[in-house]
Nanobody, 125 residues
Framework: VQLQASGGGLVQPGDSLRVSCAAS????????MGWFRQAPGKGREFVAR????????YYANSVKGRFAISRDNAKNTVYLQMNSVIPDDTAVYYC???????????????????WGQGTQVTVSS
């Protein structure tokens, strides 16, 4: 599967932004999807992931209650709705796909074998 992230940009603290990730191929629904981010000078950080059907989601504590991951299997797209953004949300956001079978709460970054190119999100006043 090939992944293409889009929708990043410059926003002010407290604003909302939705980033999207479009996947190629006809088997999108067979992948668990995730969002990760990497801030300048820092390592990659998990943000959120969603099960194949979209019924189960899991979030990093740093974004829980502010971000929402969703997917539209008919459109081969996964979304990350970012609300009440803060400067610490500034990062390149990457989408990733996994074909590993395990409960959504048990996934780790290495379970994701397919990665998109990233989209920059900058939160600044």
């Amino acid at each position: 599967v090939q992944l293409q992230a889009s929708g990043g940009g410059l926003v002010q603290p407290g604003d909302s932004l939705r980033v999207s990730c479009a996947a190629s191929g006809r088997t999108f629904s067979s992948y668990v999807m995730g969002w990760f981010r990497q801030a300048p000078g820092k390592g990659r950080e998990f943000v959120a992931r969603i099960s194949r059907t979209g019924y189960s989601t899991y979030y990093a504590n740093s974004v829980k209650g502010r971000f929402a991951i969703s997917r539209d299997n008919a459109k081969n797209t996964v979304y990350l709705q970012m609300n009440s953004v803060i400067p610490d949300d500034t990062a390149v956001y990457y989408c990733a796909a996994s074909r590993v079978n395990k409960p959504i709460v048990q996934f780790v970054a290495n379970d994701f074998g397919y990665w998109g190119q990233g989209t920059q999100v900058t939160v600044s006043s």
